[in-house]
């Protein structure tokens, strides 16, 4: 994250876009931020056939990716700086079956060194969500060098 | 998994990487089975630039895929069967630096309902290799239709 | 649980109140239901000195124990039946210091074999509720004899 | 943990022993530090009736917090210091019945501000172990006043 912390929804989401683009591995899945405050975040990911396993379904390495990198955005917002996910735990509730994901998270608990976020991820079919994801974890500030 | 059930390390091995290439993801990412036995997963993936973030490390989500993906051969060869990831929880220890992810798994508790498992991930760097990743979770089998 | 599922609220405290009793940890610790209804549980314990650590808190053994059982209380009531925690998960966010803890658990997710649920548990001082955990776990029925 | 660091494990067994002492709630429970040394340690825990469930195995609260705890030691001699556990993760994967409890743990990655530890909780019945929870958790340093 630059030194200028964004101020409004509005500026974090561009602020959020811009840094999703700077990761190769995002715009190779074609992740989106869809929404970005803080202390929350949404991210949208289109169900490419290359997203899926042999089942048909998303990936869980998508979903879980998508689960990490909301919860990495919620935690950095809420923190108001450059920001990684320590670790996170994520149950897999149904199969993500649709054309796209899409990824809440927020932080639940702020402090200093750390946020704890939560986050649910969506399977979009036919214009209807279905959680299919549930997942929590912890946001540290990434050291100042 | 089919029916029949591999008697041997080359057996296993032989089916996981055929299960692994009717996953359109893990071609598009380029995971390969490098070990596979009873209750025992080895995957590995060379660190092609596509799969890194924004500081030149692998990607959290590009980790957390391979554990995910580590977590479920162990338990499904350890199961008999087909199976999957309920959930898993994924400690960051290291940032992934490299040209190439190990992903070492094993079955720690083996029932009938499910496998508990705990995966290690490292980063390979000039031939040595550094512990980046601390995983467990619990596979379960795939419900028979 | 009884096969008989209550199917009110009042029904399902009284259920659960007299669950509680049958446990004798729960009985030693002192812990109390204190709302409980369909995918809904509190959990109530007074913070005896008995239940502390070294520096004045409740220990974490306490909190883990009273996120568990709300947990399972739940993802129990949401199955409809007698359930145990199959894993959970838990964040310590602040030193639990006060006269109570109070532990409120919600099914995020029920399915027919399981029920993703979350938990906060909070410290109550001089009548104001502060959260100190956050907990995430996984609830299956308990298989029939 | 005192400024002096044990440097035997002799003398961390002595230092976990007296420290176990020092919390009030692993008096009342019965806990025992058994074996301790950088970065390993093993707690024990006779089963007494006032620590089981209704099925009359040993409550789930009491195995976390054993896990928790065993966690904590592990985790606070491999960072050399006073510690806390940030978050542990656990999964029960038989019920705990028998005479005793024994958690074994270890740290699998150190570093200055973390370390992530693993344990395995068995019980001990007729003299015979059996694995009934694997856990791992983040041990954190006590932020110095």
């Known amino acids: 994250m630059n030194q200028a912390i964004p101020t409004s929804a509005d500026a974090w ?3 959020g876009q811009h840094f999703l683009k700077t990761q190769p591995f995002s715009a190779l899945i074609g992740a989106q931020i869809t929404g970005l405050d803080r202390g929350r975040s949404e991210l949208s990911l289109p169900l490419s056939p290359q997203l899926l396993q042999q089942h048909g379904f998303a990936h869980g390495g998508v979903v879980s990716y998508l689960a990490d990198n909301a919860l990495t955005f919620a935690g950095g917002t809420a923190l108001g700086g450059d920001a990684l996910t320590l670790e996170f735990k994520i149950n897999y509730v149904r ?11 927020h932080a639940e608990a702020t402090g200093k060194t750390q946020a704890v976020c939560r986050c649910n991820v969506y399977a979009v079919k036919d214009g209807e969500e279905k959680l299919c994801a549930v997942a929590q974890g912890t946001i540290v500030p990434v050291p100042a060098k």
């Open 95 to 105: 199969p993500a079956v649709g054309e796209m994901l899409i990824a809440r998270a």
């Open 13 to 15: 989401l561009s602020w």
